[in-house]
């Protein structure tokens, strides 16, 4: 028992002599990290580019952290040669032929050099409406491709450096009137270890950008176009009242950018209004690109059959002018059966047609026994007698 005792003694010493030592190595790592920024800012070499500020949320400005590493960040904005001025993006209104020379900012706020790889590509827009840009290695065709660098794209940004770069936009004289979008993007490689395992690592690009708006001189054909209108009515378990899920495609088939406000009705049998909303935002949408949109209705009776008609109607995007086209029509429908109400009907009808065909039965029963009735109850004829061989 003495020997237990002492065991447990020296056990409890050594878990607490082991929380002490735990909490001073948490202490000291803890000092450790919070001077280590301090240590490798101080040490940051300096460079002749610019010192860039801390990132923030200002207009024009897109930032990004990276993945691999805590302390790498960097940022890309519009620029000119004494440093960035506030624009939302490049924006641009040239004749075909005629070229700008623009700068834009590379800003890299973490405390290590960045090695950047700068260039243009053209715009995307994905089926929900963001602005977008093709995976790296796809060629650009349009404005992307009409953007030029210095050197080879590649620039080296010491840490909380920013550097100017200069470009220049030529538009090629068979270029087409019109809206044109795209943008210049800073990407680093970095590797990243593989997710299946072992010791192989992957190289991931990631990428910062800003917009390239231009705007080529010629005939404006501003045109939304409305499509693929699908109807679906989800009404469960109740008889009188169910979900309406709508959704509509969006085409820009003109030259300009256009977003819009959208306006859906919903009807049922001889035009028994269900439903209506406006006002709905439409984004921007870029030449040649769709969106989706979505619109729910709560609480509809199912009517037989569900008619939704959409409308669009275009507004313009920044000073394009008032000359949006005409407004988007389409339409879609679907079957919304009442199968509970059918279902009580049919049962009502069926105890109709029951209660008809059992009453005809009893009529007919009843005529039958007032017939044989009659006949019993009828007296033999009083002049009739014996005949001849009765006598």
């Known amino acids: 028992m003495l020997i237990g005792q002492t065991c447990a003694e020296v056990g409890v010493r050594v878990f607490k002599s082991s929380r002490l030592i ?11 990290a919070s001077q280590a920024p301090a240590a490798a800012a101080a040490a940051a070499p300096s460079g002749s580019s610019t010192p860039a500020p801390a990132p923030s949320k200002a207009a024009g400005a897109s930032a990004a952290p990276s993945a691999g590493s805590a302390d790498v960040s960097w940022g890309v904005e519009p620029s000119t040669k004494e440093g960035p001025n506030g624009r939302d993006n490049l924006s641009y209104e040239l004749k075909p032929g005629e070229s ?14 960045l090695k950047m790889h700068v260039y243009a590509m053209d715009a995307l827009m994905t089926e929900d409406g963001a602005f977008t ?3 790296a290695g796809v ?43 795209g943008g210049i993007v800073a990407s680093l490689s970095e590797p990243v ?10 190289a991931v690009d990631r990428r910062v950008g800003v917009r390239i708006y231009l705007q080529v001189a010629g005939d ?30 969006v085409r820009n088939t003109g030259n300009v950018r256009l977003s819009g406000t959208a306006a859906v009705d919903l ?15 439409v984004p921007e949408i870029l030449p040649g690109s769709a969106i989706r949109m ?3 209705f709560d609480g509809v009776f199912p009517a037989f059959k569900l008619n939704a008609a959409v409308t669009v109607d275009p507004v313009s995007v920044g000073d394009a002018g008032d000359d949006v086209g005409a407004p988007a029509l389409a339409s879609g429908s679907t079957w919304a059966w009442p199968y509970l109400i059918l279902a009580a009907v049919l049962v009502v009808l069926l105890v109709i047609l029951l209660l008809w065909w059992r009453g005809r039965r009893w009529r007919k029963q009843a005529k039958a026994m007032v017939t044989a009735a009659s006949a019993a109850a009828t007296p033999v004829g009083a002049g009739a007698g014996p005949t001849a061989a009765d006598r």
Do not use: C, M
Request: net charge negative; no cysteine.
């Open 22 to 32: 735990l909490s001073a190595l948490v202490a000291l790592s803890t000092l450790l």
């Open 100 to 113: 700008v020379t623009d700068y834009v900012g590379v800003s890299n706020f973490g405390s290590e050099p």
């Open 133 to 135: 840009l093709p995976p």
């Open 139 to 181: 060629e650009p065709t349009d404005v992307g491709s009409w953007v030029g660098l210095t050197g080879d794209g590649t620039y080296t940004i010491n840490p909380g450096e920013r550097l100017d770069i200069p470009f220049r936009l030529a538009v090629p004289s068979t270029a087409s009137p019109g809206d044109h979008a």
């Open 193 to 202: 270890k593989s997710t299946t395992g072992g010791a192989q690592q992957v």
């Open 220 to 249: 404006r054909a501003p045109r939304l176009e409305v499509g693929d209108v699908q109807v679906g009515y989800q009404g469960g378990w109740n008889p009188v009242s169910g979900a309406t899920e709508i959704s509509y495609t």
């Open 267 to 281: 009807s049922g049998v001889a035009g028994w209004s269900l439903g209506h909303t406006t006002g709905r935002q």
């Open 294 to 296: 979505h619109e729910t």
